[in-house]
């Protein structure tokens, strides 16, 4: 049986669904919060809940005696968890909604996971710890000590106690450094979404900065298809590990961490222009300042991935474009 954090979300709803095709028993938790559209949340649900083998637990892991009772009855031999409070910007604004969620309910996911020790967990970071590291494109082997964000901070501080607990317990776990991840059934506070859903509705799209900035956007199905090829190999210790020259990546432990990307990056504007020709119509561009919350480029090194997986995200950008746009159309009748 397997524990997916977060089923109602964007990745947790496509990984949910790809474990449940190929026949897999899937326990879902999330507690449906209204940080975007619920409707949302619950529509990707109804998905999930009209195949079989789907159990749903509408819980807060900040809640420990709920999680604790999850485990209990679930028992799951794979964690995967990728539920979270989201969102670089909104941060600034409700810092204690990010140490509830990704920090105590992360406590309480390890809490449940040290009394019933799956054969592995899996977890969701984010290239956004990277921060004010300028070194590109980035590597898990190299530093992530200046988040520019406080969910940057959480999530750095989730790799910290996941590898404490894989120390301390011998859990084999895994976290994975999400970069960017689009397509249908994405959320509406990525850009993607809210450039499309502006530029139909005839409204103008706020660009942060001049336009400029960098990110290197992997479409979900190829982030889903990293993360389950890491969920089947239980991470390892590190043989070679060496106190004396830390690798962040690795460990004595049986710890490692991945990003997961497409070692490439494109401009905002080249992201809107490829959205344009999809939709057949030209944005209202108003630019707006940059929030010190961003990074002005962010691109993996998936290297680790491709050689320890064989895999590596490839789905150009125009493809996972169009396709989201379909499925957007479709969805909400536009």
Same mark, same amino acid.
């Given at each position: ?44 649900t109804q998905i999930l809940e009209s195949k079989k083998r789907f159990t749903l637990h509408r819980i807060d892991l900040s809640d420990a005696a709920a999680t604790a009772s999850v485990f ?112 249908? #059934? ?54 070679? #590990? ?9 460990s004595s432990a049986p710890f490692r961490l991945y990003n997961i990307g497409n070692h490439s990056t494109i401009e905002i504007l080249r992201l809107i222009e490829i959205l344009e020709d ?45 396709r989201f746009v379909e499925w957007y159309r479709d969805y909400y009748r536009a």
């Amino acid at each position: 049986m397997i524990l997916v954090t977060g089923s109602a979300g964007f990745i947790g709803f496509h990984v949910s669904l790809r474990l449940l095709k190929e026949g897999h028993s899937v326990h879902g938790i999330d507690n449906f919060n209204d940080y975007y559209d619920v409707s949302l949340k619950e529509a990707r649900t109804q998905i999930l809940e009209s195949k079989k083998r789907f159990t749903l637990h509408r819980i807060d892991l900040s809640d420990a005696a709920a999680t604790a009772s999850v485990f209990e009855r679930a028992k799951p031999s794979l964690v995967i968890h990728l539920a979270a409070q989201a969102g670089v910007r909104h941060s600034l604004s409700n810092p204690r909604a990010y140490a509830d969620n990704n920090v105590i309910g992360f406590l309480n996911l390890l809490e449940g996971c040290r009394a019933h020790p799956p054969g592995h967990l899996v977890f969701a970071s984010s290239s956004s710890v990277y921060g004010l590291n300028c070194d590109l494109p980035f590597s898990v082997h190299g530093p992530a000590d200046h988040p520019v964000s406080l969910y940057a901070a959480t999530k750095k501080a989730n790799e910290l106690m996941a590898h404490s607990y894989s120390h301390l317990f011998g859990i084999p776990t895994t976290g994975v450094r999400l970069f960017t991840a689009y397509g249908p #059934w994405g959320r509406p506070d990525m850009a993607l979404f809210a450039f499309t859903k502006a530029i139909l509705g005839g409204k103008p799209i706020e660009i942060f900065g001049d336009g400029t900035m960098r990110r290197d956007y992997t479409y979900v199905d190829d982030v889903v298809e990293g993360i389950l090829r890491l969920a089947r190999r239980p991470a390892p210790p590190n043989p070679l #590990w060496n106190g004396f020259k830390p690798d962040p990546a690795s460990s004595s432990a049986p710890f490692r961490l991945y990003n997961i990307g497409n070692h490439s990056t494109i401009e905002i504007l080249r992201l809107i222009e490829i959205l344009e020709d999809c939709l057949k119509k030209k944005a209202d561009r108003m630019f707006v300042a940059a929030q010190a919350c961003e990074v002005q480029s962010a691109v993996a090194d998936a290297s680790d991935l491709e050689r320890d997986t064989g895999y590596r995200p490839a789905t150009p950008l125009e493809t996972g474009v169009a396709r989201f746009v379909e499925w957007y159309r479709d969805y909400y009748r536009a």
